[in-house]
């Protein structure tokens, strides 16, 4: 059995055999299919003949590791068929198009169950397949924006804050875009009925604020940010300041957690109450004067093995060596870039980092002889590999 505290490099993962199409894209659909190439599926990527509209050099995009790429022109008069080829012999086709795209493109949903009836085709779009904004161009902010998520996140006082690209696309997109995939497949085993998933970042991103809507019906929950427990309203879960410009994640939640948290900071006997309401202001101050005495480092260590729940806000390149992170093999590097390890881990089918980003096209003649494709044709020459660039010390 591996060890589940070191990332297996070699094993196949517990989705070894299964076969995805990734018609290629940006955003959720590629982390998707990066996710389910992690666990071992094997991913093909179709490439277009023109360069990534990001511009993103391939050998630095982690979302396109553990795949082969095979490039094909869906505009040209055998583009569609080459497509069909591959889905005649895969299980699962992710697609990124705005709606109405892939059909245009003769490589929709009926076209590609017409050759493989078990296939699971999966849609992954901001605004979903119908609706009045499904035709609109969008991005994570809007979907978020709309779903009523980016207005929870940030100070009361302040424009919403931004969660990057992360709470959009990622959770609400690719992680439930992955959930329909695998629900989809154990049906089509069971069946041999495949079906269409629609994965709408908009709809995801709701799914996920599910505990607050029973919240919200409770009276447990206000609807406005920065008033509620786990928003920031409350002084024992937020984030402070330190001497020296660091920050320092509060989570102090659990009255005995608390108490070993206003133990270690030396709020003092007469400080407010941890859930005094009328006292917040006071207490949120006098903690905040506190965290200001001393830099992140010296309160890393006041805090060090302790249960008052206080930790620092790293960077990502900082994360990437912590003690905690490193120990477990949350970080690795592979050919000088240093990426997150698949997750989750399996005790006896470990994920893997297979393979290093595809170049577009590398592996059209690999693909073509191992999903017996000939038609694919030859693989081009493949570009040089860039050296890393310098990465300045966490």
Not at 359 to 366: D, I, K, Y
């Amino acid at each position: 059995m591996s060890d589940t505290n070191s990332p297996d490099v070699t094993g196949p993962g517990p989705l070894a055999g299964v076969r995805v199409v990734e018609l290629a894209g940006i955003g959720p659909g590629p982390f998707a299919a990066m996710l389910l190439a992690d666990l071992g599926a094997d991913v093909v990527r179709v490439d277009r003949p023109d360069p990534s509209p990001l511009g993103t050099d391939p050998a630095y995009d982690i979302t396109n590791r553990n795949k082969r790429s095979v490039l094909i022109d869906l505009k040209s008069p055998a583009g569609p068929g080459l497509v069909l080829d591959l889905v005649d012999r895969a299980h699962l086709l992710i697609e990124g198009y705005r709606p109405g795209v892939a059909e245009r493109l003769g490589v929709g949903p009926d076209a590609c169950l017409a050759r493989n009836p078990a296939l699971v085709y999966g849609r992954m779009t901001g605004w979903g397949q119908h609706g009045p904004l499904a035709a609109t161009a969008g991005h994570d902010i809007g979907y978020t924006a709309v779903a009523g998520v980016l207005g929870l996140i940030g100070s009361p006082d302040e424009a919403p804050a931004i969660p990057v690209n992360l709470l959009g696309d990622y959770a609400g997109g690719s992680l439930y875009l992955v959930v329909g995939l695998l629900a989809a497949l154990h049906h089509a085993r069971a069946t041999g009925a495949g079906q269409v998933v629609d994965a709408a970042v908009v709809d995801g991103a709701a799914h996920l604020t599910s505990m607050l809507w029973g919240l919200l019906a409770a009276g447990h929950w206000q609807d406005r940010r920065g008033a509620n427990l786990l928003d920031g309203g409350e002084p024992c879960y937020s984030v402070y300041r330190a001497s020296d410009g660091g920050h320092l994640a509060v989570g102090a939640l659990e009255p005995r957690f608390y108490a070993e948290f206003a133990r270690l900071l030396e709020l003092g006997p007469d400080a407010p109450g941890q859930y005094d309401t009328a006292r917040r202001p006071e207490l949120r101050a006098r903690i905040a004067a506190r965290f200001a005495t001393r830099t992140r480092a010296e309160w890393e260590a006041v805090f060090a093995g302790s249960d008052a729940c206080v930790e620092p806000v790293l960077t990502l390149r900082q994360a990437a060596v912590n003690e905690h992170l490193a120990a477990r093999g949350t970080y690795v590097e592979e050919e000088g870039v240093t990426q997150p390890a698949p997750a989750p881990r399996f005790s006896v089918t470990p994920g893997a980092l297979r393979r290093p980003p595809a170049r577009p096209g590398v592996h059209t003649a690999e693909v073509a002889r191992d999903w017996d494709v000939p038609a694919l044709g030859p693989a081009p020459s493949p570009a040089p590999t860039p050296p890393p660039p310098d990465s300045p010390a966490p």
